[in-house]
């Protein structure tokens, strides 16, 4: 049996970057189960070790709010929480509030997060974490957002189709990044991915750095083993496009060298600078294969290619490559959601 010797530069079908949740108050934490739980339409809520809490908390179906009193600091939080679940959904608002008394300096600390799963209509996942004033500690996100979409997941074995987004903004709050992914891959028949990644200097909305990922993968005839015209015959075809450009996506000079015809030789770049590539095969039993790669620095008009009759590729030597881990555009996968809880 003939196996595709086609790899793109593409991390294999992962998800969006995960949310780093916001700094609840010291000796708290977010999330059911964590000091409070629901049960029907009642927030439960039990206070943490190390405060005193308001004896007479403002309830109401699914909500809670409740003033909170570090004992050591003196310290008081304003805590809300807004919560429902039903069959395969999960939906939770919570919030601190930093009154400015005590240690409490001002501030806010929210996560909001909805799971939803059905056999019919696949999965949602929306997040979002947001931490200021007080509760911005060292490495937390001011911002964290994320929503993805899986297909009907719950009916077969694997999902074929994610559609996410996700946006961050860091400690400082100078650099943001948005994240843009679409998959759809059928194993063993095709699979197309759109990846997208900016990184901008917020304080003069400036692109500092860009990804982009564009791949698509298709398998023809893909016989079982004993069916004519091969043994498990497998024609198959790959494309991808792939740039990076920052020295978040380019964080250190590099080269990659192809070839020894017409096209050949080395392409180089410094950290920082925009770097294409482009990989074109096919795979045919009975036929033959043919493949094409190209290598440009963009920055200074550089590029490099290859191509061959006798291989798909890849065929670059790279140091330092800028590109992910390889991986055969035929076999990749839809990452499978997570569970709802």
């Not at 077969?156 to 946006?167: L, R, V």
């Not at 096209?263 to 033959?288: I, P, R, Y």
Request: charged share 10%.
């Amino acid at each position: 049996m003939k196996k595709s010797k086609l790899v793109l530069a593409l991390a294999a079908a992962s998800m969006l970057p995960g949310v780093a949740f916001s700094a609840a108050p010291v000796g708290t934490t977010f999330g059911a189960g964590n000091d409070w739980s629901l049960t029907g339409t009642v927030v439960d809520h039990t206070c943490p070790t190390g405060y005193t809490c308001d004896s007479a908390p403002i309830v109401d179906a699914n909500f809670l709010q409740v003033q909170m009193t570090n004992n050591t600091s003196g310290a008081i939080y304003y805590r809300t929480i807004i919560a429902a679940s039903g069959t395969g959904e999960v939906f939770d608002n919570e919030s601190f509030v930093a009154s400015g008394t005590g240690s409490a300096t001002g501030g806010i600390a929210a996560r909001q997060t909805l799971n939803a799963a059905s056999a019919n209509s696949g999965t949602m996942t929306s997040t979002t974490a947001l931490n200021i004033g007080t509760f911005l500690a060292t490495g937390d996100n001011q911002v964290d957002l994320t929503q993805d979409i899986w297909d009907n997941v719950a009916a077969g074995p694997a999902p074929e189709f994610h559609s996410g987004f996700g946006f961050t903004k860091d400690n400082a709050g100078t650099t943001g990044e948005t994240t843009l992914d679409q998959q759809i891959a059928v194993v063993d028949e095709f699979s197309d991915r759109f990846n997208y990644v900016q990184s901008k200097n917020l304080t003069n909305d400036t692109v500092i750095g860009t990804t982009l990922d564009i791949v698509s993968g298709v398998r023809i005839n893909n016989l079982p083993t004993g069916t004519p015209p091969g043994t498990g015959s497998v024609q198959d075809q790959g494309f991808a496009y792939s740039l990076r450009e920052g020295t978040a996506y380019v964080g250190t000079a590099g080269s990659a060298a192809l070839g020894t015809g017409t096209g050949a030789g080395t392409t180089t770049w410094n950290a920082g600078e925009k770097v294409s590539h482009v990989l074109v095969g096919q795979n045919v039993d009975l036929a033959g294969s043919f493949g094409y790669e190209r290598v440009s620095n963009e920055t200074t008009a550089q590029s490099f290619n290859e191509f061959s009759l006798a291989s798909q590729g890849p065929f670059a030597t790279w140091t330092n490559d800028p590109f992910s881990t390889v991986v055969d555009p035929q076999n990749t996968t839809v990452s499978a959601a997570p569970a709802v809880p």
